[in-house]
């Protein structure tokens, strides 16, 4: 197991031959590169070394979470080596992508079983979420229009770049499809004045929504239904999906696209808020297991091609991928803050699961394979749409 290590080891110092780091065995056997670690891997049992060779990502997250390995000094940095050398695709045996796939059907994101996936992520409780997230409970990439923007302010920043992309204007009817704990509906009915109706499969998300909704006084203008997307009926003017598109699954792609296009008017317009990628890859096991069941990250062209298939015409895409990074650092920063409270509420297993899944998915904005895709369309062509960009950058 040892020789494995080294060779991996090898294989970074080669990809990268500054890099300073350190593997640290469970006998006090080491290996170095470099004069001052910035990133040491300490391997604490034998179990641990074994469960990375045979598993790869997927094994190094299990003994994370139950401490038979500890990460010192900058875990964004052994996550960037470990993607420099794609170890995943490196290390990770056939059998293991087999189990995967099965793993993968089972959790497909059919009507019977979403609710059990989205249940399994965002049914953690508000109490747990509103320690890392900001005061508007927005769970998605934020807008940071300047370095020092707070949390909150560049989530709000984020809905109003979204309200200026689909030329919002009172009165007009809103649909949020995966709606989350309602931020985007609220801001659109107070700055404004639109109708909206918005849908969540978390009971939690559901219930929080419909109550802030009735605190402000907004529930003749918009409201949060409990209900799969492809349950939803009706027609709109503009059309919103902010970080809930992760969800769909790859079967599903054409699906949610046909049902968009369903809800939305002839050339009204819709925005989909989603991660991505540039080019598609498979998705990763520990997170699939531990985080997003039924997860998937569609390839740009993936959900493109269907537009285009089902009438869209796509206006505008935009790749916001180093401010998902740093919303996610942010999210992370608070999460440290409030560790005790989490471990209170949750265990240790928890706490580390969490803090791993943070820290891969900025490392995966900054150094791997994830992008944030803001992708505007119209349901046909509409030849009175402004020609120029500059109703949403004005200030």
């Known amino acids: 197991m040892k020789k494995a290590f080294k060779n991996i080891a090898e294989m970074i110092h080669q990809s990268d031959p500054k890099a300073c780091f350190a593997v640290e065995f469970w006998d006090g056997d080491a290996i170095r590169f470099g004069d001052v670690s910035r990133a040491t891997l300490r391997l604490k049992t034998k179990n641990a070394a074994r469960s990375i060779i045979g598993k790869g990502f997927l094994g190094f997250g299990e003994s994370y979470m139950e401490g038979d390995?500890?990460?010192?000094?900058?875990?964004?940095?052994?996550?960037?080596?470990?993607?420099?050398?794609?170890?995943?695709?490196?290390?990770?045996?056939?059998?293991?992508?087999?189990?995967?796939?099965?793993?993968?059907?089972?959790?497909?994101?059919?009507?019977?079983?979403?609710?059990?996936?989205?249940?399994?992520?965002?049914?953690?409780?508000?109490?747990?979420?509103?320690?890392?997230?900001?005061?508007?409970?927005?769970?998605?990439?934020?807008?940071?229009?300047?370095?020092?923007?707070?949390?909150?302010?560049?989530?709000?920043?984020?809905?109003?770049?979204?309200?200026?992309?689909?030329?919002?204007?009172?009165?007009?009817s809103l649909l949020d499809i995966g709606c989350g704990w309602g931020g985007m509906l609220i801001y659109a009915a107070k700055k404004y004045g639109i109708t909206g109706v918005g849908n969540t499969i978390s009971q939690n998300q559901y219930e929080y929504a419909n109550r802030k909704i009735k605190e402000l006084g907004l529930q003749d203008q918009i409201e949060v239904l409990y209900q799969d997307y492809r349950h939803l009926s009706g027609k709109f003017d503009k059309v919103v999906s902010i970080g809930m598109f992760e969800h769909v699954g790859k079967k599903f792609i054409p699906a949610f696209i046909q049902k968009v296009s369903d809800l939305l008017k002839t050339g009204g317009l819709g925005l989909l808020h989603t991660i991505g990628k540039d080019t598609p890859s498979p998705s990763d096991p520990w997170i699939f297991k531990y985080i997003f069941p039924g997860g998937y990250l569609p390839a740009l062209h993936e959900i493109t091609r269907e537009m285009g298939k089902i009438g869209f015409s796509i206006l505008d895409v935009e790749n916001l991928w180093l401010h998902y990074a740093k919303t996610l650092e942010k999210w992370a920063e608070n999460h440290e803050q409030n560790v005790e409270k989490v471990r209170e509420l949750f265990d240790e297993a928890f706490v580390r699961r969490w803090r791993l899944f943070l820290n891969i998915s900025i490392a995966g904005f900054k150094f791997g394979e994830s992008r944030l895709f803001q992708i505007l369309f119209s349901n046909g062509l509409n030849n009175a749409l402004p020609t120029t960009r500059s109703h949403v950058y004005h200030e």
């Open 69 to 172: 390995l500890d990460i010192e000094n900058d875990m964004q940095e052994l996550f960037r080596l470990g993607l420099a050398i794609d170890f995943d695709e490196y290390r990770l045996p056939f059998w293991q992508k087999f189990r995967f796939f099965i793993l993968s059907l089972l959790n497909r994101d059919t009507l019977r079983r979403s609710p059990k996936n989205i249940s399994y992520h965002y049914d953690l409780g508000d109490e747990f979420y509103a320690l890392y997230l900001d005061k508007t409970m927005t769970y998605s990439c934020a807008y940071f229009k300047r370095p020092d923007d707070s949390l909150e302010q560049a989530q709000l920043n984020k809905y109003e770049h979204i309200a200026r992309k689909l030329i919002l204007k009172p009165n007009e």
